[in-house]
Structures are given as structure tokens and as C-alpha cells.
């Protein structure tokens, strides 16, 4: 591990040495290459600076004791043996976590599909509430949100709805969003004060660049229509929606979003993208069947992630055993707590299966 590391920290500094080049600095692409890559760099470096300072501090410490001392001297060295012991293994446990493989799709910005399941009219109010949640979160953590498609019922909720975040690290924590979601209340419509359960999915998708997926012009049919609003209202008289069908696997995309057709179309190509990409990626994982069992859930709309119980204010998530009482301040976007526990359990899983390699 210290050899590995001695090289990172060695390219590190060659890389300092790159970003004050002239020739490196009147190269945007260039720049960027190498910022990109020291950034990703720079905490693992660190950890190791610290670990390495903490060590030699811990060997100095221990020859101290070794010399002639009074008591209280030798009381003071020995606390502080036990308190750079305690730091050197922790600094170690965070280096072998951020050295495990790292999600190349971690930084980009992603596409938030929710579709009403079980539950009717309810699951799509329930769409509505999960689309308001994950908008407050990206909100909270200063991203950028943009509404690429969406098809409203008449009593305001969405039979399906694309959302677009845009931020530093958002596929990175929004990732295990992925699945079922479930919902436990007393109806709009229930007149009789019953408790109904409603599902509604959700599927978190990296946005890709065209280099990452090839989408060639004869596979694709693009039909245009007028764009609606909630309750079939009509938002425009123009054919500026675009629907995007990719014939060789069937996939559909819409976007109704901007008034310019063209704008429609680029944002229907990314989606596309994206839903291709999120298919190969799958369709990749199913055939390795051990790095699937790595994963904090496997990702499938199916899988029944996270249950919503209004009269009891809880949310559960099923995959880390994980329950709270603030069901209130989690739709209102507050996932940091649930998301942490999630990163959580997906390190320790994949640092046991890397024990067990």
C-alpha cells in the first residue's frame, strides 16, 4: 500500500509542477486534464502526509521513552503514544477506504426519472412529493435543477417526470435513489380515513458525453408535438416538444421543457444518452454476477428500497436496516443522514469483498 501511495503523492507533485507551466496554462484543455486529475489526487495525498508525520511523531515519541524520565514525564509520553497509536490507525483506516476503486461516474451530473407504480392517482401525488424532495436536496447542496419532461395528472400529480441535477459529485450521493419507494397515508381522495400504500419509482442516471455512447442518426425516430401542462393544459400552440424513439432497443424520450424545438431535442439526446449508458452499465453488471454483490442494493426500480409512514413520521430504509422520526424534514430534502449511512454500508461491503479477494 505505501508504495502505491509513495507513487500518487510522487505524480501529485508533478503535477504542481504541470499547473505552473506556461505552456500547460495557455492550454484550457490541458489545464483542466490536470487540475482535474490533482483534485482527485489531493486527499488521498494528504491522508498520507498526515499519516506519515503522525508515524514519525509516534516512533520519536516512543524513544523519548526510553530515556531516563521522571514519572509524571513518562505518564504525559505514554498518553500521548496512545493518543498517535489512535491516530495513526484511523489516518491507515481512511486511506484503505480512499483507495478503494472510485465510481468513474461519481462527478457527473445526473437525471432523476420518477414514475408513478401501485396506488393510482395517490402514486402520482407521491411522484410529486419525491420530485420536491430531491429538488430541495440538489437546492441544499447548491446544485442546479432543470425539469426536462413531464406528464401531469388532473389533480396535479406526474405519471412520470425527468428531472436534470446539475453539481459536483451529485451521481455520487444520489446514486443509491435508485429503486421502489413506498409510501404510507390517508389519501386526498379517502373519504373513510384509511391508510392507503402507493409506490412510486425512481431510476438516478449519470449524464454522459456523446464520446461514452454512440447514438447513430438512422437508429433514432424524432416526432415533434405541442407541450402540455398540468391537467392537459396547453403550454404552447407550436410543435417545439420533441419525442426521441431509439428503434434498436425501443427507449422513449421526451422534452417539453423549452420553447425551442432545438433545445428539446439536445436535452432528449442527453437523456437518450444517459438511458442507454444506465442499460449497457446494467445489462454489464448482470453478467458479473460477484460485482453486483458489492452493491447496497442492486439499483432495479423493483427492489423496494425506502418506506415513507406518515402517521408514525418515519422513513425507513430497508437496504441498511435504517429508521427515522422526521419524516417531515426528509421530504422537506434533509437525505444527508440516510445518504451517509448508505456510503457507509457500500464501503464496508466492498472492503470485505476486498478481503476476501
Known amino acids: 500500500m505505501f508504495e502505491r501511495l509513495s507513487l500518487m503523492e510522487n505524480r501529485y507533485d508533478q503535477l504542481s509542477q504541470f499547473l505552473c507551466d506556461p505552456e500547460v496554462v495557455s492550454d484550457p484543455n490541458l489545464l483542466r486534464t490536470y487540475a ?24 520519536d515519541a516512543k524513544a523519548m521513552l526510553q530515556e531516563k524520565l521522571d514519572d509524571d514525564m513518562k505518564e504525559f509520553v505514554r498518553a500521548e503514544i496512545e493518543q498517535l497509536q489512535s491516530e495513526v490507525e484511523a489516518l491507515q483506516d481512511k486511506l484503505q477506504i480512499l483507495l478503494l476503486p472510485k465510481d468513474p461516474n461519481d462527478d457527473k451530473n445526473v437525471f432523476v426519472e420518477i414514475r408513478a407504480a401501485a396506488g393510482g392517482e395517490e402514486a402520482a401525488l407521491f411522484a410529486g412529493t419525491l420530485l420536491r424532495m430531491y429538488t430541495r436536496f440538489a437546492e441544499d447542496q447548491g446544485w442546479k435543477t432543470q425539469m426536462i419532461d413531464a ?12 428531472l436534470s441535477i446539475q453539481g459536483q459529485g451529485a451521481f455520487s450521493k444520489l446514486k443509491y435513489e435508485s429503486g421502489t419507494h413506498r409510501v404510507q397515508r390517508v389519501p386526498v381522495t379517502e373519504s373513510g380515513g384509511r391508510i392507503h400504500t402507493s409506490t412510486a419509482t425512481v431510476a438516478v442516471l449519470p449524464e454522459v458525453e456523446e464520446v461514452e455512447v454512440d447514438v447513430q442518426e438512422k437508429d433514432i425516430r424524432i416526432d415533434t408535438f405541442c407541450s402540455t401542462g398540468p391537467g392537459g393544459q396547453s403550454v404552447n400552440t ?43 452499465q446494467r445489462e454489464q453488471q448482470e453478467e458479473q454476477a460477484a460485482a453486483r454483490k458489492n452493491q447496497v442494493g442492486t439499483g432495479d426500480r423493483s427492489e423496494r428500497i425506502r418506506t415513507y409512514n406518515f402517521p408514525q413520521s418515519r422513513v425507513t430504509d430497508h437496504r441498511i436496516g435504517m429508521t427515522l422520526h422526521k419524516l417531515e424534514q426528509v421530504l422537506a430534502g434533509d437525505l444527508e443522514e440516510i445518504i451517509h449511512g448508505l456510503v457507509v454500508a457500500d464501503r464496508a461491503s466492498t472492503l470485505e469483498a476486498a478481503a476476501e479477494a
Open 151 to 162: 406528464h401531469y395528472t388532473d389533480m396535479g400529480g406526474f405519471r412520470e417526470v425527468t
Open 36 to 59: 482535474k486529475e490533482q483534485s482527485d489526487l489531493q486527499e488521498t495525498v494528504e491522508t498520507f502526509r498526515a499519516l506519515k508525520d503522525a508515524q514519525g511523531q509516534l516512533s
Open 238 to 280: 407550436t410543435q417545439s416538444a420533441v419525442r426521441i424513439t431509439h428503434m434498436p432497443t425501443g427507449i422513449v424520450v421526451s422534452c417539453q421543457d423549452e420553447k425551442s424545438q432545438i433545445k428539446n431535442r439536445e436535452k432528449a439526446m442527453k437523456v437518450l444518452r444517459a438511458r442507454l449508458f444506465e442499460k449497457y
